[in-house]
């Protein structure tokens, strides 16, 4: 193929991906209702969000596609040795996505001295979801061997965030007494993760573990049904998710606002930005410092 014809088509479709997604997003949180709770979130500057938004869905999905070829060293740079008292850390990307997603993070939190920093990777093909939790449940026992008081913090993002959910909820974990060093959650943190489903998933999705992520998905029934967590933590969200949809779908339930957990809307961003996000990563590093009975990072 011509280089001037593939440098023409690259941006058109870094463009028209976006476009597309604040188009579906736009006509899905009209039709649910849910557009008057967006405009209140984002202080009735609806069309600004919007475009804020969009900018930063243009500028994250190039970065994440420069970050993709990193992917494969990801989780082997993350073990550096206990720092400070502070817990091991398990990063835990989404769906179609790899450890890169976290290569901004994951400096942000080594300069915030969390040494201890793990990549869980998994294939968005070919795997069930239950084995993808029971992976990183295996994981978890395993960081808790070498992590302080066994005490192990989560972040995920998307998807990552129900695999996170139901590794919590597997009787190793929960008991905190699987095979070898007790096992200690001290916080999940989870970054635009469907908790309620996404239509678009339904809509657009390719594959089963994409398919399951619908409203009445196989996976948000089966995370539904599984206990809530019982530990300290946070969910953050962006009123302009194109890729939660609606944004209801974002939300926490009485369940588990009962069980717990808070939930904090962010600034206009997408929903890949906020893997990158400035303020997404403040309130996370506060909040696991918070559950790490430290102070709130400088």
Same mark, same amino acid.
């Given at each position: 193929?011509?280089?001037?014809?593939?440098?023409?088509?690259?941006?058109?479709?870094?463009?028209?991906?976006?476009?597309?997604?604040?188009?579906?997003?736009?006509?899905?949180?009209?039709?649910?209702?849910?557009?008057?709770?967006?405009?209140?979130?984002?202080?009735?500057?609806?069309?600004?969000?919007?475009?804020?938004? %969009?900018?930063?869905?243009?500028?994250?999905?190039?970065?994440?596609?420069?970050?993709?070829?990193?992917?494969? %060293?990801?989780?082997?740079?993350?073990?550096?040795?206990?720092?400070?008292?502070?817990?091991?850390?398990?990063?835990?990307?989404?769906?179609?996505?790899?450890?890169?997603?976290? %290569?901004?993070?994951?400096?942000?939190?080594?300069?915030?001295?969390?040494?201890?920093?793990?990549?869980?990777?998994?294939?968005?093909?070919?795997?069930? %979801?239950?084995?993808?939790?029971?992976?990183?449940?295996?994981?978890?026992?395993?960081?808790?061997?070498?992590?302080?008081?066994?005490?192990?913090?989560?972040?995920?993002?998307?998807?990552?965030?129900?695999?996170?959910?139901?590794?919590?909820?597997?009787?190793?974990?929960?008991?905190?007494?699987?095979?070898?060093?007790?096992?200690?959650?001290?916080?999940?943190?989870?970054?635009?993760?469907?908790?309620?489903?996404?239509?678009?998933?339904?809509?657009?999705?390719?594959?089963?573990?994409?398919?399951?992520?619908?409203?009445?998905?196989?996976?948000?029934?089966?995370?539904?049904?599984?206990?809530?967590?019982?530990?300290?933590?946070?969910?953050?969200?962006?009123?302009?998710?194109?890729?939660?949809?609606?944004?209801?779908?974002?939300?926490?339930?009485?369940?588990?606002?009962?069980?717990?957990?808070?939930?904090?809307?962010?600034?206009?961003?997408?929903?890949?930005?906020?893997?990158?996000?400035?303020?997404?990563?403040?309130?996370?590093?506060?909040?696991?410092?918070?559950?790490?009975?430290?102070?709130?990072?400088?």
């Amino acid at each position: 193929m011509d280089r001037t014809l593939i440098l023409v088509i690259i941006p058109v479709v870094i463009l028209f991906i976006p476009a597309l997604l604040s188009f579906l997003a736009c006509l899905e949180n009209h039709n649910s209702g849910d557009a008057a709770r967006q405009r209140d979130l984002l202080g009735g500057q609806l069309a600004r969000g919007l475009a804020r938004a %969009f900018v930063d869905s243009v500028w994250s999905l190039w970065l994440t596609a420069l970050f993709l070829p990193l992917g494969p %060293f990801m989780g082997r740079l993350g073990k550096r040795g206990p720092g400070a008292g502070l817990p091991t850390v398990i990063l835990v990307h989404g769906l179609y996505h790899t450890p890169s997603a976290w %290569f901004v993070l994951r400096r942000r939190l080594w300069r915030a001295g969390f040494s201890d920093v793990r990549c869980y990777g998994y294939a968005s093909f070919g795997r069930e %979801f239950e084995d993808i939790a029971a992976g990183l449940a295996d994981l978890l026992l395993d960081a808790a061997q070498y992590a302080p008081g066994g005490r192990v913090v989560l972040v995920g993002h998307s998807l990552g965030g129900l695999v996170i959910r139901a590794a919590c909820a597997d009787p190793r974990v929960a008991s905190g007494r699987g095979a070898g060093a007790a096992c200690r959650v001290a916080g999940v943190v989870t970054l635009g993760t469907p908790h309620g489903g996404s239509t678009l998933a339904g809509l657009l999705g390719v594959g089963r573990l994409a398919r399951g992520l619908s409203p009445q998905g196989r996976i948000i029934r089966l995370v539904r049904g599984l206990p809530c967590c019982r530990v300290p933590a946070l969910s953050l969200y962006t009123p302009t998710d194109s890729m939660v949809l609606p944004l209801s779908g974002a939300l926490l339930d009485e369940r588990e606002l009962a069980a717990g957990w808070t939930q904090r809307a962010l600034p206009p961003m997408s929903h890949v930005g906020l893997l990158y996000s400035s303020s997404a990563a403040r309130q996370t590093l506060e909040f696991l410092r918070g559950v790490s009975g430290e102070g709130v990072p400088v």
